[in-house]
């Protein structure tokens, strides 16, 4: 049996290896606490300063905001699968990492709007609350981006997400994009004004502008490894992304009380209006995940 010195001797330099160990792993989290934060006032600050954000945060029913932030947990779900802080972890710590980028991002938001002044002793909860959890969605977004793109560690990684999740993060990236757009008069007015053919005309360019910019203009740089999915195919999934995209536009304009009283014309007029901001941002969103077509388009539709 080994002496009480000896046993004293073991601890010491155990504790004196442990604790260079520990200090590494909270200075790497600060890190990617830090990057997070940058990351999530990167994608949100546009909203920070925008006032139909300040204004509809009050006048948004409860429910509305929770099916927001509900959805918007789900994406950032999908993403922290692809991406994240944490490589190696299970199920359970996805969940975890996935609420505490939330946790974050509404923090960030508290903090910013206080900074800003929308947010004063004066200021009801219900308004408080409102406003931190419309601009929470694009601080999340920001902070889930953050976690791969800007850490300098080359993306994602050797395995290439499949269809689903490349489609899951477009929709993250559509409703990004239009969020920003959703709440202003101008859909409505575009909608409005908007005769068929020019909704035609706006259709066929909004699935030709995102056709180019995934699977032609090669942005990423690197190549993706293509599946036997019907999904996998740039056709298919640029027509299934840019009906993701409709159905975004669709659900913001409902949340912001835009279809109230409107006309199925004027209703159909407004999506495909915002849906050229939502198609454009979901596509950047897969380019995020994907990094574009394999050498610049060769792959047949």
Same mark, same amino acid.
């Given at each position: 049996?080994?002496?009480?010195?000896?046993?004293?001797?073991?601890?010491?330099?155990?504790?004196?290896?442990?604790?260079?160990?520990?200090?590494?792993?909270i200075?790497?989290?600060?890190?990617?606490?830090?990057?997070?934060?940058?990351?999530?006032?990167?994608?949100?600050?546009?909203?920070?300063?925008?006032?139909?954000?300040?204004?509809h945060?009050?006048?948004l029913p409860?429910?509305?905001?929770?099916?927001?932030?509900g959805i918007?947990?789900?994406?950032?779900?999908?993403?922290?699968?692809?991406?994240?802080?944490?490589r190696?972890?299970?199920?359970?710590d996805?969940v975890?990492?996935?609420?505490?980028?939330?946790g974050?991002?509404?923090?960030?938001?508290?903090?910013?709007?206080?900074?800003?002044?929308?947010?004063?002793? $004066?200021?009801?909860?219900?308004?408080? #609350? /409102?406003?931190?959890a419309?601009?929470?969605?694009?601080? !999340?977004?920001? %902070? @889930? +981006?953050?976690?791969?793109?800007?850490?300098?560690?080359?993306?994602?990684?050797?395995?290439?997400?499949?269809?689903?999740m490349?489609?899951?993060?477009?929709?993250?990236?559509?409703?990004?994009?239009?969020?920003?757009v959703?709440?202003?008069?101008?859909?409505?007015?575009?909608?409005?004004?908007?005769?068929?053919?020019?909704?035609?005309?706006?259709?066929?360019?909004?699935?030709?502008?995102?056709?180019?910019?995934?699977?032609?203009?090669?942005?990423?740089?690197?190549?993706?490894?293509r599946?036997?999915?019907?999904?996998?195919?740039?056709?298919?999934?640029?027509?299934?992304?840019?009906?993701?995209?409709?159905?975004?536009?669709l659900?913001?304009?409902?949340?912001? $009380?835009?279809?109230?009283?409107?006309? #199925? /014309?004027?209703?159909?007029?407004?999506?495909?209006?915002? !849906?050229?901001? %939502? @198609? +454009?941002?979901?596509?950047?969103g897969?380019?995020?995940?994907?990094?574009?077509?394999?050498?610049?388009g060769?792959?047949?539709?």
């Amino acid at each position: 049996m080994r002496s009480a010195i000896q046993i004293r001797v073991a601890r010491r330099k155990n504790s004196g290896t442990q604790r260079p160990a520990d200090e590494a792993s909270i200075a790497q989290s600060l890190r990617d606490y830090t990057r997070a934060v940058g990351g999530g006032l990167i994608v949100g600050l546009p909203l920070l300063y925008t006032m139909e954000i300040w204004f509809h945060g009050f006048i948004l029913p409860w429910w509305k905001l929770l099916l927001l932030l509900g959805i918007a947990f789900v994406i950032v779900l999908g993403y922290n699968s692809i991406s994240g802080f944490r490589r190696e972890r299970s199920l359970r710590d996805l969940v975890v990492d996935s609420i505490a980028t939330l946790g974050l991002a509404i923090l960030v938001a508290f903090v910013a709007l206080v900074l800003l002044g929308r947010i004063e002793l $004066g200021t009801s909860l219900r308004d408080a #609350a /409102g406003k931190v959890a419309l601009e929470a969605i694009a601080i !999340a977004f920001g %902070a @889930s +981006v953050a976690a791969t793109q800007l850490s300098g560690d080359g993306g994602v990684g050797e395995e290439h997400p499949g269809p689903f999740m490349r489609l899951l993060v477009g929709a993250g990236g559509a409703l990004l994009f239009a969020l920003n757009v959703a709440p202003t008069e101008e859909p409505l007015m575009l909608g409005i004004e908007a005769g068929p053919w020019l909704l035609l005309l706006v259709v066929g360019a909004s699935l030709l502008l995102t056709f180019a910019l995934v699977f032609y203009a090669d942005f990423g740089g690197r190549p993706v490894a293509r599946r036997a999915s019907l999904l996998d195919r740039p056709l298919p999934e640029t027509i299934t992304s840019y009906a993701i995209s409709l159905g975004v536009a669709l659900l913001l304009l409902w949340s912001f $009380g835009r279809t109230n009283g409107a006309g #199925a /014309g004027a209703i159909l007029g407004m999506t495909v209006m915002l !849906a050229v901001v %939502a @198609s +454009v941002g979901a596509a950047i969103g897969r380019l995020l995940v994907s990094g574009g077509g394999e050498g610049g388009g060769a792959q047949s539709a």
